[in-house]
């Protein structure tokens, strides 16, 4: 038989999806994989049940229903500080996930270098080496997770095609200053480099932190690709619902790669979506209210267990210091902590390009009562010490 892709050998399968499986095999609470075990706003679900019972059953335009296009670019363009046109400047996409793939292939050659930071979110890299471009890992360094300058300049001077911007950052709830992105902006003018972006939790942000979309700085609209999704704002991870916000010139290149990797997102759910996206501004002040109790309550249980943790500015991610644990593999202390103790995580290695086994992470994107039940069995974690007489 004939071998197969080299690309993937060097890939395992995703930790993170990995990691459910085996807290689902233990019966944990599973804080591992990103996703809530509350309901979405009722206002989608009853449109939904709707929709099933009216004509939406059939494609869609390949790059976004008509009147799912209108709401984002209007929610959008108030956000952006900008204009956007939702036929010229918005690819619909099957999560943020395909919309990153799609903006990769859109840019990048076969041969070409792409800036990633690290820590990052897991299909980055992956994405990259899919696309037969190769990755440039640059250290956000802890506690911060602040970049040196002259580490990301001398990734720049490697002549990369784009870097890749996760903000606020899975897993280390990095919110990025706007004196941190005009020195990406700056760097990315001088070295005429494309930046995309992944922005999927612009609403998740904790005072007094601000979100600022790097489209929106002095002369980056026309080298940004911003992907992002309804998966975090609106609480429907499995709805797979993600775009594209860039000039046209770009936009044309990614419907043509969006259309031949998978010809459209789902029709009814992109009508019934659009109910959330004209929600107004009380909407995402409750969400961040809800997040900001969510993430508070989670923090004061870790501090009364007596856990070391990184505090978030954005999104609903923790990372567990496990040092003083004796493990040497995170991986095992993962599948240690959930068959033991009852709480599913994802070990820190998946996200580190550097050799980082001391962390793990955890999130809180869960209704209070799971979370004050991972809590509860979290008070048992001294038992997993090597060497505890626990």
Known sequence: ?????????????????????????????????????????????????????????????????????????????????????????????????????????????????????????????????????????????????????????????????????????????KVFTYDELKIIADLAEKYDTFVITDEVYEHIVYEPYKHIYFASLPGMWERTISCSSLSK??????????????????????????????????????????????????????LQKKYTEKRDLFLKGLDDIGIEHTVPQGAYYILLDISSFGYKSDLEFCEALARDVGVGAVPGSSFFRENVNNLIRLHFAKKNETLNEALNRLEHINKLKRGSAY
């Open 1 to 173: 038989m004939p071998a197969l892709s080299k690309r993937t050998e060097n890939f395992t399968d995703s930790v993170i999806r990995r990691m459910t499986r085996i807290s689902n095999q233990y019966g944990a609470v599973n804080l591992s994989q990103g996703f809530p075990d509350f309901e979405p706003p009722r206002e989608l679900l009853d449109r939904l049940a709707q929709v099933a019972d009216e004509d939406f059953h059939q494609y869609s335009i390949t790059w976004g229903a008509q009147n799912f296009r209108e709401a984002l670019a209007q929610k959008q363009s108030g956000l952006m500080g900008r204009t956007i046109d939702p036929n010229g400047e918005i690819v619909v996409t099957c999560g943020s996930t395909e919309a990153m793939m799609a903006a990769m292939m859109t840019v990048t050659n076969p041969g070409d270098k792409v800036i990633v930071f690290s820590p990052f979110y897991e299909n980055y890299g992956a994405d990259t080496i899919l696309s037969g471009a190769q990755p440039i890992y640059v250290p956000l360094h802890p506690p911060e997770f602040s970049f040196s300058t002259d580490e990301l300049e001398a990734a720049f001077k490697q002549n990369p095609k784009a870097l890749i911007l996760c903000n606020p950052s899975n897993p280390c709830g």
């Open 233 to 286: 704002t609106y609480s429907i991870t499995g709805w797979r619902l993600g775009y594209i916000i860039a000039p046209p010139h770009i936009i044309d290149t990614a419907k043509k790669v969006h259309d031949f990797l998978t010809v459209g997102a789902a029709a009814p759910l992109q009508e019934a979506a659009v109910t959330g996206l004209r929600f107004g501004d009380e909407y995402y002040r409750e």
